[in-house]
């Protein structure tokens, strides 16, 4: 994997950092690979209950490296087309993961750094942190899922806004909008950002994944479908170790302590 990502583990909590700073942690092809290939290996180890999304330097991440797109041998659009190809492949891995992931939003968040933002479960962005999806100013049209997971936060006639105007959103106001979670002191964003990993590690990481891919499964599909679906789940959640768990602790009235993997 290339070093331009860092993995670490700590009680149960995985940490990505991405770590092109001189950069602005743009992604090249083996960034883009690098990322997917954490994020899979994060999603089968048990150990791990929950995940943070960080990046090094001044900036959450730029987006496509714009300088290495343009000097691709093959040219731009050949460039984007495979970056775009295994960029996507990481989106996919946060929005299947059946963890929570939560990204530590930084400085700006731009391009493909606002559409990976916006695949993560939840945002803690610092104060002076700013989202802007970048890819109109420049001619271009979104991608890193930003066209599925932006009206879905913020509902359509928001999401043509953002993607028309391109206008730098602030952290507060991202946060009235519904784009973060919380906003925190800038020196505080990577401590915040674990201590909501600790807390979601505590609760029952299966009930989590199935309320997430339900929530991810809800916006295509009628309500007949959608309650067989919720239906279906919630039997396997009551058979499931932390199920069992959690009926236990309602009985005996004392917090459950969820420890299944």
Not at 188 to 208: D, G, H, I, T, Y
């Amino acid at each position: 994997m290339s070093d331009s990502v860092r993995l670490g583990i700590q009680d149960g909590i995985g940490v990505l950092t991405l770590d092109r700073a001189g950069a602005f942690n743009a992604f090249d092809l083996p960034m883009a690979q690098s990322l997917a290939d954490h994020l899979t290996s994060l999603a089968s180890d048990r150990q791990v209950r929950a995940v943070v999304l960080s990046a090094a330097g001044k900036a959450f991440c730029a987006g496509g490296d714009l300088r290495w797109a343009s000097s691709f041998p093959r040219g731009p659009a050949a460039a984007f087309h495979e970056l775009a190809g295994r960029f996507h492949l990481a989106i996919t891995q946060i929005r299947r993961m059946p963890k929570p992931v939560i990204a530590a939003v930084n400085g700006i968040a731009a391009g493909g750094g606002f559409s990976l933002a916006l695949a993560c479960d939840f945002r803690v962005l610092g104060q002076s942190a700013a989202l802007r999806q970048a890819y109109t100013s420049s001619g271009l049209c979104i991608d890193g899922g930003g066209t599925f997971t932006l009206p879905r936060l913020i509902g359509l006639s928001r999401a043509l806004e953002v993607a028309a105007f391109d206008r730098p959103i602030s952290a507060e106001q991202a946060l009235a909008l519904g784009l973060a979670t919380k906003v925190v002191d800038d020196a505080q964003v990577l401590e915040e950002s674990a201590a909501l990993a600790r807390e979601l590690a505590r609760k029952s990481v299966n009930a989590f994944a199935a309320c997430k891919q339900l929530l991810n499964d809800a916006f295509d599909t009628s309500l007949e479908t959608q309650l067989e679906r919720e239906r279906a789940a919630l039997s396997a959640c009551a058979e499931h170790a932390d199920g069992a768990e959690g009926l236990r602790a309602f009985s005996e009235k004392r917090k459950p302590h969820f420890t299944s993997r």
